[in-house]
């Protein structure tokens, strides 16, 4: 009955939050919640994690670092 109002809020309040940053920040937390679900799943769930999902992973996090650095560095 209430499912409605508990899917709503929390995204009410993180439009009106969002609206407060810089699109850059929102950009990098967009990789925080999938991260976080990847190191549950191969942790808590015993998921397999071969060498070729571990190359893209380190391969996407460079990227981001990369984009992270030139980000500040020309923020200064």
């Given at each position: ?36 679900i ?19 992973f ?19």
């Amino acid at each position: 009955m209430f499912s409605g109002v508990v899917t709503a809020v929390p995204l009410m309040i993180y439009a009106n939050a969002a609206k407060q940053l810089r699109l850059s920040t929102i950009g990098i937390m967009q990789y925080i919640a999938p991260s976080m679900i990847f190191v549950i799943a191969i942790f808590v769930f015993r998921e397999p994690f071969d060498v070729t999902r571990a190359i893209a992973f380190a391969l996407i996090w460079a990227a981001l670092a990369l984009y992270t650095f030139s980000m500040f560095r020309n923020r200064a």
